[in-house]
């Protein structure tokens, strides 16, 4: 149980801050450095997707566990995993307004600390954690209507959601495919990554490009910046349906891993 609790934990922090990397690109777009803010999104981005693939060696303890035992239940565990990476996009959603606002600042102070590690020295001062706290903005329901205001971006939505869905599911479906073949668990588990790759291709050739495109019209003038916030938004809306779509992806893609390694 303190195990699974740990996972959850684990899984919670990873999605939270994969979805703040959002709020990073927004931030930096509001103070108009968005080519720092995308060096620091994108040194997020790295350390919550390796995160991810961390998560692998523990959920492997349960497989192993489930294979020795037949009273320990694997499938709803699983389930419960995603339902926590739900629970750290929907955190992510929470913070993010506050989180907008103090990475406009962020992104300010990495231009003139010159680098991440003297930045990091340097909002380690009481006065700047204290000086932090007026950022902080509570989300409303006024915020969320407007989202839906005007039409939907629906195919950047439906790609966000899609491969979200894809990187949840990703290791999970491996280690029960792993479960279900234990005779191939090893080449099962070592798709993993496979998957995990395939999702972060996907993003970076489909959702990356679009965003970046909106981001210079906006830097332009072409766009407006309350466009901007309303795109970012609606991407964080997507990016939870792809974890409550990943719920029922869980046991067709292990199913679907089975079928090529067996």
Known sequence: M???LMILMFTIVIHTV?????????GGLRSR???LALSLSGLLVLVSRTSNL???PMVGNMVDKALQSAAFHLEPKLHGIIAAATVGTLLGMLLFPSVVRLCSRMVVHLEAAGSIPKMAKSLM???KWKNGATYVKKPSFRMLRAL???PLPKRLMALNMAVTAIYTVGVLSSLYAAYLWPAFRLTATASSGLINGLATILLTMLIDPRIALLSDKALRGEASLTGMNRV???MMVSRMAGTLLAQLLLMPCAYWIGWIIG
């Open 54 to 56: 961390a998560q692998s």
């Open 125 to 127: 001062s009481l006065s």
């Open 33 to 35: 450095r968005i080519t």
């Open 232 to 234: 970012f938004g609606l």
């Open 148 to 150: 839906f205001d005007g």
């Open 2 to 4: 303190i195990q699974l």
């Open 18 to 26: 994969d979805s703040l990397s959002y709020a990073l690109r927004l």
